[in-house]
């Protein structure tokens, strides 16, 4: 395994393709991301890797600064850019109540999510997956992505297809010119497409490395 990841270390998926850098989630940066977990740019723990490796899969601790008024929700996204695919790997996909404030240690448990939270599809199942890169890869970078979003978008807990809507599908219907495009978007909060404010609000970010 070391050997292919030897082979692999100048194949990586990169920033272009993340969240951060679709068109329609662009949005000013007003928000402040932070972990007691890890710093930013700073190793993450390996009890928030995946189990297979030693890990307990545990989503680390976030928190953020108020969100703007006008915020109906919240979209994180965690991101690994340095998969050996043409796009990074969706760790987790999850809608929050913006008035949580905060995601305590294990908030992103597929089995047990924190009150407030609502977990999508990611590119392994739903909930927090930690990360595993290959051995001899080098370091990969997570990059933890909250964005504020001025309407709600997802649909009642368990509908179709939102849930069930692959992560990247969910993104581009998300930031379609078309907001009726977007998985169950709640009625009555598409605004009119050519009079439609941002649909980002604030946004933040913050990344944690790994490597075996």
């Given at each position: 395994m070391t050997l292919l990841g030897r082979l692999l270390k100048n194949r990586r998926a990169g920033e272009a393709h993340t969240a951060w850098h679709r068109p329609d989630l662009r949005g000013?940066?007003?928000?402040?991301?932070?972990?007691?977990?890890f710093a930013d740019g700073g190793a993450l723990p390996l009890e928030h890797g995946a189990k297979f490796?030693?890990?307990e899969d545990l989503s680390p601790h976030l928190a953020w600064t108020p969100p703007p008024p006008g915020t109906a929700q919240l979209l994180l996204v965690v991101e690994d850019i340095d998969v050996p695919l043409g796009k990074p790997a969706v760790h987790c996909l999850a809608l929050v109540?913006?008035?949580?404030?905060?995601l305590d240690r294990?908030?992103?448990?597929a089995r047990r999510p924190a009150a407030g939270v609502r977990l999508l599809r990611s590119t392994v199942g739903r909930g927090y997956h930690g990360p595993a890169p290959i051995k001899g890869h080098g370091p990969h970078h997570y990059v933890f992505q909250l964005f504020a979003l001025a309407t709600t978008v997802g649909g009642a807990p368990g509908a179709a297809p939102g849930d069930r809507t692959r992560p990247r599908a969910f993104l581009a219907a998300l930031t379609a010119s078309?907001?009726?495009?977007?998985?169950?978007?709640?009625?009555?909060?598409?605004?009119?497409?050519?009079t439609?404010?941002?649909?980002?609000?604030?946004?933040a970010r913050m990344t944690g490395t790994f490597e075996r």
């Open positions: 000013p940066e007003l928000l402040t991301l932070t972990s007691r977990d490796i030693g890990g109540d913006p008035a949580s404030g905060h294990g908030a992103l448990d078309d907001p009726g495009t977007a998985p169950d978007l709640d009625p009555g909060t598409a605004p009119d497409p050519g439609a404010p941002a649909l980002v609000l604030a946004r």
